[in-house]
């Protein structure tokens, strides 16, 4: 049974998206988490970090949902919605600016050229300075909730950490259990750049970026670090991306995510 996709890339975040509004592909996939197990194996089939899937919304102009390559679906994700406005924007769904309906909540979107900026959840559930082991190794980490769970940690040599092990060590921690966390691998360039490497649950691995878990990295930076807003956070796909908010008291409003994102290619794929 052949399924029209469009591949989507933001910061190196690569994504299959499918048009399933009026429920158009209830006759071909019974079952999306299926679909994301199959469609997003590289090498074996069109690859990606996860499969969006767009749907008719009567509070937005459209719906996301997000499966992840092992199937389970997530609530948001923040570089998967700019490339779902991109999608929307250049189909023509809507003008440049609009509402996505997604599971953390209705959020604005923005698209300028190659640019796309969405303003993002609240970050909730907020806590510095956990020691957690790790193996042998106890670890300062800090948590906080920026649509999906994410653990933040400091490191002195990021490019020579080892993101996947520690990652994964960290996203099945007990602490973090049952649903586990995302594990962000932070360090501190200036007063207003970090640099950011990201091991993501369900695709059990480091992805290029992760626009949740910059946004986390921005927040902790600016209370824990002291950086500056806005935050330009260098991705591992090395392309940078801008987060801005305004803190009040002890929480924070008017969250932006901001950066590129395109339209790789559309294709088909034969799906068995």
Not at 24 to 48: N, T, W, Y
Not at 66 to 71: K, M
Not at 188 to 214: F, N, Q
Request: proline residues 2%; aromatic residues 8%.
């Amino acid at each position: 049974m052949k399924i029209n996709f469009t591949k989507a890339v933001a910061s190196g975040n690569d994504f299959v998206i499918v048009d399933n509004r009026a429920g158009k592909l209830a006759g071909e996939i019974a079952d999306f988490g299926d679909f994301a197990k199959f469609v997003c194996r590289r090498m074996l089939s069109v690859g990606s970090d996860g499969l969006l899937v767009l749907e008719d919304s009567s509070a937005a102009d459209f719906k996301m949902r997000i499966f992840n390559p092992d199937g389970s679906e997530v609530t948001m994700c923040g570089n998967g919605i700019r490339c779902s406005a991109l999608y929307a924007y250049e189909k023509k769904w809507c003008g440049a600016v609009m509402k996505i309906e997604t599971g953390a909540g209705t959020l604005a979107a923005e698209v300028e050229g190659d640019s796309v900026k969405v303003k993002m959840t609240a970050p909730k559930n907020i806590k510095l300075d956990q020691n957690i082991g790790a193996g042998k190794t106890i670890m300062n980490v800090h948590t906080v909730n920026t649509g999906v769970p994410h653990v933040v940690h400091f490191v002195e040599k990021i490019e020579k950490y080892p993101v996947k092990e520690m990652g994964s060590k960290i996203r099945y921690h007990k602490v973090f259990q049952p649903e586990g966390t995302n594990a962000n691998f932070v360090q501190k360039i200036d007063d207003s750049t970090i640099v950011v490497r990201t091991y993501e649950r369900g695709v059990e691995d480091e992805t290029l970026a992760c626009g949740t878990g910059v946004v986390a990295s921005a927040i902790i930076s600016h209370l824990a670090l002291g950086a500056k807003e806005p935050v330009s956070a260098i991705t591992r796909s090395k392309e940078i991306l801008r987060v801005s908010f305004k803190k009040e008291h002890k929480s924070f409003r008017d969250v932006f995510l901001e950066g590129q994102a395109r339209i790789a290619f559309e294709g088909e794929v034969d799906y068995v």
